[in-house]
């Protein structure tokens, strides 16, 4: 183990993108709005996992799949189980998704992401939207 994995523990988790009724609402109401932001930039984690990254409620973290990175807010969820980890669909999560070029369909569950701590501002809307 390096000296970067203890003081900055990452855990490789799976990631499930699901459908949130708050964000669904909110993104209706303002996708600029602090609302918005609030209940979409964030993912739920085991407290197992939160505990075993050194995380509070509404830490900030990383979340880094293959295709794309984010920063959010991690809060726990007691029924999550080790391992997993569950964000709403929203442009933050959906950065993270490999988009198929063949026709396949989008995978949105089970996704491998390594969740780090993070002292970075959560990623801003205007900068996962802007072309690159």
Known sequence: MSLGDFLFPQAELKLVIAHSFETDIEAVRNKMSTEYLES??????????????????????????????VVVKAFPDEKLED???????SPWALSLVAVPSDGEPVQLHGIPVAVTKSSDKVTSIDSILEPR
């Open 40 to 69: 979409a930039a964030r993912v739920s984690l085991s407290t197992g996992n939160l505990k075993r990254l050194g995380l509070k409620e509404g830490d900030s973290v990383s979340v880094e799949s293959k295709t794309g990175k």
């Open 83 to 89: 391992g997993l980890a569950v964000m709403p669909r």
